[in-house]
Each structure stands twice: as C-alpha cells, then as structure tokens.
Antibody, heavy 126, light 107 residues
Framework: EVQLLESGGGLVQPGGSLRLSCAASGFTFSSYAMSWVRQAPGKGLEWVSAISGSGGSTYYADSVKGRFTISRDNSKNTLYLQMNSLRAEDTAVYYC???????????????????WGQGTLVTVSS | DIQLTQSPSFLSASVGDRVTITCRASQGISSYLAWYQQKPGKAPKLLIYAASTLQSGVPSRFSGSGSGTEFTLTISSLQPEDFATYYCQQLNSYPPGFGPGTKVDIK
C-alpha cells in the first residue's frame, strides 16, 4: 500500500524558513517523480514543485522559484521541500504527491498524480 | 504558461443527474489532462488521466473526453458521494497547473 506521510509544517514568521519532509513507502521510490502541491485556505490547488526519480531534474512554480528547493534522498525514501524567505501568501496545506508516469517517445512523462499525502499546514504569520 | 479555465465554477445538481464539467486550455495540450475530485478536508483523488483513462478503482459513472484545448468530465448518474470539488490539471508542459475548480453541490 502506497503511503506518503508529510511532516515539518507549523507556524513561522514572515522571512523565516521551514523544511517539509515526506516519508514514502509501498512503492519503488527512486523510480517515480514526486511533487509538492499546496492549497491556501479556501482556495484551489496550486502546483509548487516537482523532482525526477533520480533527483537530477527539478521544476518550480514561478511563485516559489529562488525561495524553495525540492530534493530527495532515495536511500531514505524521503522527499523534502526547503522553504526560505516565507511570505504570508505561502500559507497553505502542502501535499506531497507521487506522480503517475508513462513512457512517451522514450522519455518518462508525468500524466497525473495518483497518490497524495494527508497534507501538512504551513502558516506564515507574525 | 498554459492557463486552464473550468466551467461552470459552481453546479447545483440532484442525485441521479448527468453532470458535465468543461476544462479549457489556453493552448493545445494533446491528451495530457487529468481530473481530480476533492472533498472538504481531504487530499484530492485522481479520477481520470490522459484525458479519458479511468484510474483504477474509480466508478465507471465517471468518464473523460477531449483533446487539444477542450475537455469534459462527465458523471453519468450523480451519487451522494460525488458532491465535491473537481479540478483539471494539464501535464503537457511545466508548470503543470490546475484549473480553478468546479464545486458540485446538492440541489
């Protein structure tokens, strides 16, 4: 059974930092791209960042580029999101997510998110 | 970046109704579109990927269609557990953004 368990959320002051972790189990972690998706209170879903299975490729939303860093430790089956220079607008539930992938013209391609964690709340406020 | 719009934003329907939600992309995305269902306080759930492929375990009353810039999610006979918010997501290119959502409420 696939399980994704986030941790590290909490209350932080504007300008502060936080590191989210996501412990994965039930699948071959290193074979799958992973993502972070967030949802501000009462708002829709916002894709934040993604990382390839090897960790060699990373992608970011413009809203977090230069402030957030996604990484993974395949030996520990763990995904991370380092969040620096946090702003009030970063307040949200952050979901760790496993990408559904397929081979397209010899390249692994994400075609959806098939498993989600329960989410961890990050609140940026003074 | 590719922008997604959904219509309607809100839909009031009764049990047994046929419901259709539309997702439009600002440029062609082939069939790289997924649909999700989210209930309050819960993580989203994948319903459809590649525009029309039903995710394992999802009831067959859900179906997806479309390609290019226009896509639809259809629920053939709305059930009580289907009242939720539905999101589309494009995966043709980064950033793989989501649509704004369609809330399906009880009439």
């Amino acid at each position: 059974e696939v399980q994704l368990l986030e941790s590290g959320g909490g209350l932080v002051q504007p300008g502060g930092s936080l590191r989210l972790s996501c412990a994965a189990s039930g699948f071959t972690f290193s074979s799958y791209a992973m993502s972070w998706v967030r949802q501000a209170p009462g708002k829709g879903l916002e894709w934040v960042s993604a990382i390839s299975g090897s960790g060699g490729s990373t992608y970011y939303a413009d809203s977090v580029k230069g402030r957030f860093t996604i990484s993974r430790d395949n030996s520990k089956n763990t995904l991370y999101l380092q969040m620096n220079s946090l702003r009030a607008e970063d307040t949200a539930v952050y979901y760790c997510a496993k990408n559904l992938i397929t081979m397209v013209r010899g390249v692994l391609w994400s075609i959806g998110i098939d498993y989600w964690g329960q989410g961890t709340l990050v609140t940026v406020s003074s | 970046d590719i922008q997604l719009t959904q219509s309607p934003s809100f839909l009031s329907a009764s049990v047994g109704d046929r419901v259709t939600i539309t997702c439009r992309a600002s440029q062609g995305i082939s069939s790289y579109l997924a649909w999700y269902q989210q209930k309050p306080g819960k993580a989203p759930k994948l319903l459809i990927y590649a525009a029309s492929t039903l995710q394992s375990g999802v009831p067959s009353r859900f179906s997806g269609s479309g390609s290019g810039t226009e896509f639809t999610l259809t629920i053939s006979s709305l059930q009580p557990e289907d009242f939720a918010t539905y999101y589309c997501q494009q995966l043709n290119s980064y950033p793989p953004g989501f649509g704004p959502g369609t809330k399906v409420d009880i009439k």
